[in-house]
């Protein structure tokens, strides 16, 4: 990087002119400049470092991360689609708006838009959220959404990302739970505490 | 002396007022002599002590009494090692826990089911933490962890054993300890530097928010529904007698909070055994140069 400006010869480089400025005027400006340089350095350096740490992930990673943005909107739609046609349970609107709140603490970690769906998925699992097996669909997917943040724990390395899924996994542990007794499970001491299921993989 | 302040021996000189002036010169110790004598004199005092001979000794403060001279503690550090040893500790706290409250028969014949597969759990996952402190280059830590017994889990058995309700203690006290791991699981996540550490301890915090989701359900699902305040703002946070109300989902996301367990028998003032559990901090850490 240049320090000179064009257009304007080098101070150093012109000992002979007229206008020459005094040498102690020349070693002040120059101390301001360089003064002045190394502040700016230091800001931008500050600045960027400061802008930058929160979204430190290599594009792998962001990969997995809009993938796991991606299931918890399937999620949340899919409980949508069993708020309009099952019966009506008063878990599906809650559950559906804690997804949600899962894809948008994603999207503020890593500025991915929560706005796109695993359609795939969704087309899969909608029969089985609009019929009588709502509840053992959303324990299966619930299961499997554990178990594949559990699995993006081992892929991701920044730290703030790790602990938002820690989170999700924790809640989404506890969904299980009373899907699980919701199904009439509540004394199957597997369905209640084990996690069988596999991970959704991109 | 200048000419704008003359010597009182030079203005006598020119002026002379009484007869007594003369006598006042010839006085050797008058104010003047003294104070300039008296300074000479101190500051002389403190060159020669200031110069005085170190003659050796010690000079630290001196001890009263023959008490044992204090164990200086190594200086700890915190790796992924010691959190991983903290929580096999913890989980040894918590079956040890178990096992005592079974022992006493604190808990009712249904949930004695149920604690005896959380006990089961509680080895495994301590061997899985051991496991990963032994991979990780260090060594397990297969037992309770102190500071966990002494400040939480001996006051809780302590009050639940003198209760009014036993069993409804009991089950309390239980549902406190699977929180209070899967709060600190959670909370290693942010603590641990490599990603496997941070996927090993979820598969076992998954499993403790699990547990505690299960002794929620059976304590108040009933009566308060599944959903705590911070889902739902009508969901109250204690009963009628006081008691936290423990909720299968308390948040939309995973807590690592300090919260609130009420145990015991009223006092005379109509107050129970209370305290706040907290996930482990320095004070708790299992480091590297303790063991069994």
Same mark, same amino acid.
């Given at each position: 990087m240049s320090t000179i400006p064009k257009g304007h010869a080098p101070v150093n480089e012109t000992p002979g002119d007229a206008n020459t400025p005094d040498p102690e005027s020349v070693a002040g400006r120059r101390h301001l400049i360089a003064g002045g340089l190394a @502040?700016? @350095? *230091?800001?931008? =350096?500050?600045s960027r470092s400061a802008a930058a740490a929160p979204n430190e992930f290599t594009e792998d990673e962001l990969a997995l991360l809009r993938h796991a943005q991606r299931l918890e909107l399937t999620a949340s739609a899919l409980y949508d689609v069993?708020? =309009?046609?099952?019966p009506d349970s008063a878990l599906w609107e809650p559950m559906s708006e804690q997804h949600e709140a899962y894809a948008h603490a994603i999207a503020s970690l890593t500025g991915l838009s929560a706005d796109s769906r695993d359609e795939g998925l969704l087309e899969a699992l909608r029969s089985g959220f609009a019929g009588k097996d709502a509840v053992q669909a959303a324990y299966d997917l619930e299961s499997a959404a554990v178990a594949t943040h559990t699995e993006l724990l081992e892929l991701v390395g920044q730290v703030n990302a790790a602990e938002t899924i820690a989170s999700i996994i924790s809640a989404e542990s506890r969904h299980c739970v009373v899907l @699980?007794? @919701? *199904?009439g499970r509540g004394s199957d001491l597997t369905a209640l505490l084990v996690n069988a299921a596999e991970p959704i993989l991109p | 002396m200048n000419e704008r302040h003359p010597n009182v021996n030079d203005q006598t000189k020119d002026t002379p007022m009484t007869d007594a002036v003369p006598h006042v010169r010839d006085n050797a110790f008058d104010r003047r002599a003294l104070l300039r004598r008296g300074g000479l004199a101190l500051s002389i005092g403190a060159i020669v002590s200031a110069c005085a001979a170190d003659f050796g000794?010690? $000079?630290a403060p001196g001890r009263v009494g023959l008490a044992d001279e204090p164990t200086v503690l190594p200086d700890g550090v915190v790796d992924d090692v010691v959190l991983v040893r903290t929580m096999q500790s913890m989980e040894h706290s918590v079956k040890a826990a178990l096992e005592l409250m079974t022992s006493e028969g604190m808990y009712s014949p249904a #949930?004695?089911?149920?604690v005896d597969r959380f006990v089961a759990d509680h080895v495994a996952a301590a061997a899985v933490m051991g496991d990963l402190a032994v991979a990780g280059g260090g060594e397990g830590y297969a037992c309770p962890n102190t500071w966990l017994m002494d400040r939480y889990i001996t006051p809780i058995f302590t009050a639940v054993s003198t209760s009014d309700d036993v069993a409804r203690d009991a089950r309390a006290a239980t549902y406190a300890l699977e929180t209070l791991l899967a709060h600190s699981y959670q909370f290693m996540v942010g603590l641990l530097t490599v990603p496997a550490h941070r996927k090993a301890v979820m598969v /076992? !915090? &998954? %499993? &403790?928010?699990?547990? %505690?989701? $299960? #002794?929620?359900? /059976? &304590? %108040? &699902? !009933? $009566?308060f529904g599944v959903l705590g305040p911070g889902i739902n703002r009508d969901a109250p946070e204690k009963d009628e007698a006081g008691f936290p109300i423990p909720y299968a989902i308390p948040a939309t996301f995973g807590l690592v909070s300090q919260f609130e367990v009420v145990v015991g028998a009223q006092d005379d003032e109509g107050a129970r055994f209370s305290t706040l559990l907290q996930t482990p901090a320095e004070n708790t850490f299992v480091y590297s140069y303790l063991s069994c």
């Open positions: @502040a700016a @350095a *230091l800001a931008i =350096a500050g069993a708020s =309009a046609s099952g @699980a007794d @919701a *199904l | 000794g010690d $000079t #949930l004695q089911t149920y /076992q !915090g &998954a %499993s &403790a928010s699990r547990r %505690s989701a $299960t #002794l929620a359900m /059976q &304590a %108040s &699902a !009933g $009566t």
